[in-house]
């Protein structure tokens, strides 16, 4: 559970005002809370501040909007236009300007505008148009969209219920990631502009599993390619100090997951703990024999909800990589001077699978 309001969950703090208008601070603090499994009820300063802040807004777009292009040549087609746009970022469509473009063209044959008032709707048209309505280009990040709203609640309070019987120190959550270890940076501060290399696309999986209240630093696993990679020097990755498997394409899979498991549940055994593992439903989490996971238990959260519900997605992960690549660039230097004096021809490609050390990756989870 947590206890701060998102960016999203003040907009719809703020939609839910202007549904009900009557609501007072009370109320609305009792239904976000509610809305939003928060742990503590936000208080009147905070729904009073979001309420403001977000009235100010819309009050400053809405002046902007009047200050441009107060004279409208096809109100009509231009309100039809913006209709369509926002019905299409209701229903998840992505736009382009070209898009917009054509369909306002489309909009006028519809209404049968006499070509003597039809407009060009250059790429100036569009520029004024987008800032008139608050219209910006921006990115898809991720997969909440493709998640419906119902199914999030009911999967929050299905992990709620079954994570009740659990201190917080043994409820864990394992989730994979690719890490291509070799990618060197794509952006370079330099005058001019300089060409660009192949990119490597050496990788490795890593299956990152924390607890929920931090404490417990678990081994990260690593999945390679190669069974005995020859950087190893005829030593295995538990000798060397880290979980090391292989598959053909370093991908995680049944058997792999499974032997993670009961290791796992060999060391929850020795320490005399009983944990709840938390994981999403890929094809390759699935168990072979849970009676023999004896102090392991295992949760799958529900389809097509892990953006919201997988916590390793919270920042853990980019964290991880974040901390791991500062540790790579700290030998950056002394290779930049191997690639200068002729004795390497890049700085991140010689990196083998060795150098991404178990212990030091290991440290970047503490």
Same mark, same amino acid.
């Given at each position: 559970?947590?206890?701060?309001? @998102?960016?999203?969950?003040?907009?719809?703090? !703020?939609?839910?005002?202007?549904?009900?208008?009557?609501?007072?601070?009370?109320?609305?603090?009792?239904?976000?809370?509610?809305?939003?499994?928060?742990?503590?009820?936000?208080?009147?300063?905070?729904?009073?501040?979001?309420?403001?802040?977000?009235?100010?807004?819309?009050?400053?777009?809405?002046?902007?909007?009047?200050?441009?292009?107060?004279?409208?040549?096809?109100?009509?087609?231009?309100?039809? /236009?913006?209709?369509?746009?926002?019905? %299409?970022?209701?229903?998840?469509? %992505?736009?382009?300007?070209?898009?917009?473009?054509?369909?306002?063209?489309?909009?006028?044959?519809?209404?049968?505008?006499?070509? @003597?008032?039809? +407009?060009?709707?250059?790429?100036?048209?569009?520029?004024?148009?987008?800032?008139?309505?608050?219209?910006?280009?921006? /990115?898809?990040?991720?997969?909440?969209?493709?998640? *419906?709203?119902?199914?999030?609640?009911?999967?929050?309070?299905?992990?709620?219920?079954?994570?009740?019987?659990?201190?917080? !120190?043994?409820?864990?959550?394992?989730?994979?990631?690719? #890490?291509?270890?070799?990618?060197?940076?794509?952006?370079?501060?330099?005058?001019?502009?300089? *060409?660009?290399?192949?990119?490597?696309?050496?990788?490795?999986?890593?299956?990152?599993?924390?607890?929920?209240?931090?404490?417990?630093? /678990?081994?990260?696993?690593?999945?390679?390619?190669?069974?005995?990679?020859? %950087?190893?020097?005829?030593?295995?990755?538990?000798?060397?100090? #880290?979980?090391?498997?292989?598959?053909?394409?370093?991908?995680?899979?049944?058997?792999?997951?499974?032997? !993670?498991?009961?290791? +796992?549940?060999?060391?929850?055994?020795?320490?005399?703990?009983?944990?709840?593992?938390?994981?999403?439903?890929?094809?390759?989490?699935? +168990?072979?024999?849970?009676?023999? +996971?004896?102090?392991? @238990?295992?949760?799958?959260?529900?389809?097509?909800?892990?953006? !919201?519900?997988?916590?390793?997605?919270?920042?853990?992960?980019?964290?991880?990589? =974040?901390?791991?690549?500062?540790?790579?660039?700290?030998? =950056?230097?002394?290779?930049?001077?191997?690639?200068?004096?002729?004795?390497?021809?890049?700085?991140?490609?010689?990196?083998?699978?060795?150098? %991404?050390?178990?212990?030091?990756?290991?440290?970047?989870?503490?």
């Amino acid at each position: 559970m947590k206890s701060r309001l @998102s960016l999203d969950e003040k907009h719809a703090l !703020y939609v839910e005002h202007l549904r009900n208008p009557s609501a007072t601070y009370t109320e609305l603090a009792a239904w976000a809370a509610n809305m939003f499994t928060l742990n503590t009820t936000p208080s009147k300063t905070t729904i009073c501040n979001v309420i403001q802040r977000h009235t100010t807004q819309h009050q400053r777009a809405d002046s902007k909007a009047r200050s441009i292009d107060r004279d409208v040549t096809l109100p009509e087609v231009e309100q039809r /236009i913006l209709q369509w746009v926002l019905r %299409c970022k209701e229903l998840g469509v %992505c736009l382009t300007g070209e898009l917009i473009r054509k369909q306002a063209v489309a909009f006028c044959d519809e209404l049968q505008v006499p070509m @003597s008032r039809c +407009l060009a709707f250059s790429k100036r048209w569009l520029y004024k148009f987008q800032r008139k309505h608050g219209l910006t280009s921006k /990115i898809q990040h991720g997969e909440a969209a493709s998640t *419906p709203p119902e199914a999030v609640a009911v999967g929050r309070q299905d992990i709620l219920n079954t994570t009740s019987g659990f201190s917080p !120190y043994d409820v864990c959550n394992m989730d994979e990631t690719s #890490f291509f270890y070799c990618l060197s940076p794509h952006r370079s501060i330099t005058r001019h502009r300089i *060409p660009g290399t192949k990119k490597s696309k050496k990788r490795i999986t890593l299956a990152l599993t924390t607890n929920a209240d931090g404490s417990d630093v /678990i081994d990260p696993l690593f999945i390679g390619t190669a069974v005995q990679p020859r %950087c190893f020097n005829h030593q295995t990755g538990k000798e060397l100090g #880290f979980d090391y498997h292989a598959s053909k394409k370093a991908w995680m899979n049944g058997s792999i997951f499974n032997t !993670y498991l009961h290791a +796992l549940n060999d060391r929850m055994v020795s320490e005399n703990r009983k944990v709840l593992m938390l994981v999403d439903n890929a094809p390759p989490n699935k +168990l072979e024999d849970e009676a023999l +996971l004896t102090n392991v @238990s295992m949760k799958m959260l529900p389809p097509n909800t892990t953006t !919201y519900l997988q916590t390793q997605d919270a920042g853990i992960i980019a964290s991880f990589k =974040a901390k791991v690549k500062q540790w790579q660039l700290q030998n =950056a230097p002394d290779q930049i001077e191997e690639v200068m004096s002729g004795a390497r021809t890049s700085c991140m490609r010689s990196l083998s699978l060795r150098q %991404c050390d178990g212990r030091k990756m290991l440290g970047a989870l503490s």
